[in-house]
């Protein structure tokens, strides 16, 4: 999220400042040539009061003005000498024409009115009387272009010459480049500024949200009490954070109403339990012959209930557990409890195997996975038929240790295996195996509790695989495992 919010403001950033660059680069440009269009038609119109009559011979034969004197011939020669220093010093070409296109001053001595391009239509513009209008805009990335600019010379109300100049751009697009470069530096430095800035704004406004949701996690992975700590941020923000303490405070409060009330419960029914169970015990033994069956059946539901309320008691306490997990040797611990239900597993004629490496370190609560793992051999054995086996596995991967257990019963659909650990679910198929529906709903709350997770999947053929994950190091997270033991 923070990158996504840097992202945002640092991308508007630069919206603003092309918004505001490439305007502001264009008007540099513009104001660039403007200096030097200004420029040349200043010098344009010192040439243009330099012309001597001579530069109007039409116009004097038609006016019936005198013939040049003997000054004029003094005045074009100093001007054609003017203008050919004025092509060596600032190499610019200049031409004073006359009407008819003859030249009066030219520097260089070859040059003539262009026919075509930007200086024709100058050219055209000054003969009209009209000075020149502004030349097309030159950029660095244009070397070809060149600027012309044309100014009447009229005498008596009539043109009599055109001042033409036609000047390189290479100074022009240097100083251009040269502006472009400052300016491009001056938005470097503002986007540079405008990315610390939004830095530290984002990390203001994220804070808190980093905060919340670091305490959401811990409480989601049962740490109940993760709490928001104080810290900045926007007003909104901060008052979301004590929100959000105060209701995970009522959850909590709820919460452990809810397992006081299953915890008190499942206790006080015992002893009433126990007492009918006794008097039961009591009916029988003065009840007449040919009632065994109904005694029987009456203390099968007695024992099973009694199951329940042990199992609601063992799943409250599990639920309210608080273990620290610590390095433990899974391997071992696995090792043991295989070797504690083995004999019950060869008393009902199913084989309990173990395949695994010798040492597994793992991140775990040894008394709460030992506590899961029961109940999920438990439950393998339960419904594995005679002569078959129970196979129980150890599998390392990268950042987790998972402990599997496949048995060799009929298994579970998709829709079964969606609902299997909810409790008090059992599947339709299996309502006369003994049992309250609890177990696997300890194995998983047990496993939670100790930062670790419980899965299931079919196995192949038939039957269920049930996985017992736990990370390999504190706070590490739980990838799903090889498929392949590790030795």
């Known amino acids: 999220m923070r990158n996504r919010l840097l992202g945002i403001l640092i991308a508007l950033m630069a919206c603003v400042l092309a918004a505001l660059g490439v305007p502001l680069a264009y008007l540099t440009a513009a104001s660039e040539q403007s200096k030097v269009v200004v420029d040349r038609i200043d010098d344009a119109a010192r040439f243009a009061q330099d012309l001597p009559t001579q530069g109007r011979p039409s116009a004097s034969a038609v006016k019936g003005d005198p013939q040049p004197g003997p000054g004029d ?35 260089p001595a070859d040059w003539r009115p262009p026919e075509d391009g930007p200086g024709r239509q100058a050219y055209q513009e000054a003969l009209a009387g009209r000075r020149s209008h502004n030349p097309p805009q030159v950029w660095p990335w244009t070397p070809d272009r060149t600027l012309a600019v044309a100014l009447p010379v009229v005498r008596d109300g009539d043109v009599v010459a055109v001042v033409l100049t036609e000047s390189p751009t290479g100074g022009l697009r240097s100083r251009i480049l040269h502006r472009w470069l400052l300016l491009a530096g001056g ?6 500024v405008a990315i610390l800035l939004a830095v530290r704004l984002t990390g203001w406004v994220l804070r808190p ?10 409480i989601a992975t049962g740490r109940m009490d993760a709490r928001v700590a104080p810290s900045g941020g926007p007003p909104e923000l901060r008052r979301l954070a004590r929100s959000f303490n105060d209701m995970a405070d009522h959850v909590v409060i709820a919460i452990d109403q809810q397992r006081a009330f299953v915890a008190d419960a499942s206790h006080q029914l015992r002893n009433p339990l126990a007492a009918l169970l006794l008097r039961v015990e009591l009916i029988g033994l003065a009840l007449p012959e040919g009632h065994e069956e109904e005694i029987a059946a009456v203390r099968e539901e007695g024992a099973r209930l009694a199951r329940v309320l042990d199992d609601l008691l063992g799943l409250a306490t599990a639920e309210g557990s608080r273990p620290e997990p610590e390095p433990v040797d899974l391997a071992e611990l696995v090792r043991a409890r295989v070797d504690a ?3 019950l597993a060869d008393q009902r004629g199913i084989a309990l195997r173990w395949q695994g490496p010798p040492m597994a370190h793992a991140w775990a ?7 899961a793992l029961d ?9 594995t038929p005679a002569d078959s086996a129970v196979q129980v596995g150890l599998l390392i991967a990268k950042e987790n240790v998972t402990a599997t257990v496949t048995d060799a019963g009929p298994g579970l659909t998709e829709e079964e295996l969606a609902r299997v650990g909810d409790r008090f679910w059992r599947s339709s198929r299996h309502q006369n195996v003994d049992g309250s529906g609890l177990g696997l709903s300890i194995a998983r709350t047990l496993l939670l509790a100790g930062g670790g997770e419980l899965g299931f999947e079919p196995a192949e053929p038939h039957g269920l695989t049930v996985r017992l994950t736990v990370p390999r190091r504190r706070g590490g997270r739980r990838n799903r495992p090889d498929r392949s033991p590790t030795a």
């Open 73 to 107: 011939n003094g005045r074009l020669h100093a001007l054609t000498s003017e203008a050919a220093r004025y092509h060596q010093l600032y190499g610019t070409r200049i031409g004073v024409f006359e009407r008819d296109g003859s030249a009066v001053a030219v520097a």
């Open 375 to 383: 109940a999920v051999l438990d439950n393998a054995i339960k419904f």
């Open 209 to 218: 949200v980093r905060t919340l949701d670091r305490a959401t996690h811990d």
């Open 187 to 192: 938005e470097a430095l503002a986007m540079i």
């Open 341 to 343: 239900w083995r004999p």
């Open 365 to 371: 609560d040894p008394i709460g996975f030992g506590s």
